[in-house]
């Protein structure tokens, strides 16, 4: 027999525990992955992307009325072109509005970005963030 023939009868031919073991872990993670995307796929609900904005005050010394917005989509669709709008009212009458466009906020994820107004958002009695539009990829 030649040095390359393999023969049943080397123990150096054989698998040792190690690679059973290794063989074993991926042969159960490709397992759980088939089996994770099959139960995905049964259990998928067609929905529409639900965005939520939430929105702090957020000044700094070149931007005393800047806001932090945090938009999260709790939705099982993604979208795509977000346009957030950030509004002061007083007395009914729209003060001064400020947009934001977040190109894409896939499903279960948080954007954040940041708004500046020119007037003193304090001079304001109402102040509300909106989604003035968004589409599906």
Same mark, same amino acid.
């Given at each position: ?10 123990? *150096?031919?054989e ?30 609900? =067609?929905?529409? =992307? ?7 005050k957020?000044? &700094? =010394?070149?931007?005393?009325? @800047? ?13 795509? *072109? ?5 509004? !002061?009212?007083?007395?009914? *009458?729209? !003060? ?12 279960? &994820?948080? @954007? ?9 958002p ?7 963030? @909106? ?5 599906? =990829?």
């Amino acid at each position: 027999m030649t040095k390359h023939q393999q023969s049943p009868e080397h123990p *150096e031919d054989e698998k040792n525990s190690l690679e059973w073991v290794v063989f074993g872990l991926s042969l159960l993670m490709v397992f759980g992955i088939l089996g994770y995307l099959i139960y995905q796929a049964i259990h998928y609900e =067609p929905g529409s =992307p639900d965005l939520v904005i939430q929105y702090q005050k957020d000044p &700094s =010394p070149h931007a005393p009325y @800047r806001y932090h917005l945090t938009i999260k989509n709790n939705g099982q669709e993604t979208a795509e *072109e977000v346009q957030v709008e950030i509004v !002061l009212e007083k007395d009914g *009458e729209i !003060l001064e509005s400020a947009l934001m466009q977040i190109p894409y906020a896939p499903i279960a &994820s948080q @954007r954040e970005g940041w708004v500046n107004f020119s007037k003193n958002p304090a001079d304001a009695d109402t102040l509300y963030a @909106r989604v003035v539009s968004f589409k599906k =990829p």
